[in-house]
């Protein structure tokens, strides 16, 4: 699969929070032998971090220095997953993406990690990678499900986590990261036409890896056709 080209092949993969994004990148990457880059723990990382040190989530100045640290380079894969996946990171992460010195500052740094990358190809997902990060994504997919759908994904994964937490809560925090995530002036989370659309409502994880597994495969081969 390698050609001239001075990056790798680039599957975007974008959709709002538990429409399976996650575990079907993941299950993409590996079976088409590509990297896989998740860029929701960028923003959690950095807001674990902020929090972290006191750096107050509206401020974009101390946020984007945050990133353009030695400690984003160098440390911040030591910060604990489970903290991470926190809900209250979570909701942080969605409210720091709002803010335009950290999107730039993160399209520059994310750009760079990818571009460095020597690998035939590489799966990314988000919020914004086929419409601000690579608008130029060799592949793009947009995944989503109802908020009731997602929220009982994320239901379940947590009670599997043995925390306590109500349904009712899910789908609140869900719906608040929704309407952060797409409502925001920056880069809102919002397929273009140069999307394929799979809702995974009532697809079973397996099911919802065949089918982007389908749609990339395709785009892949019409893309050697072109050439
Ligand atoms: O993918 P995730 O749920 O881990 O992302 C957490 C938050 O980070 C998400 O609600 C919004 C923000 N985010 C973003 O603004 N842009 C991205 N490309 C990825 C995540």
Redesign the pocket.
Known sequence: MADCRSRPLIVAIDGP?GSGK?TVAVALARCLGFSYI???????TLAWRALDIRCALQDGLGLAAIVESVWFRQERHKVPIQALREERI?LA??EI?KISEVRAAFTIFQRQEVLQLRVPGVVI?????GTA?FPDADCKIFLTASVEARAKRRFLELQTKEREIAYAKVLEDLSQ?DQ??KERVL?PLCPDTTYQILDTSKLSIEEATQAAERIVRKCLTDLRGRK
């Open positions: 929070a996650g998740e860029t929701g723990s960028f923003f959690r979570g992460a969605s993406g997902e988000g919020r914004d990678i990060l990261r952060n995530d880069s």
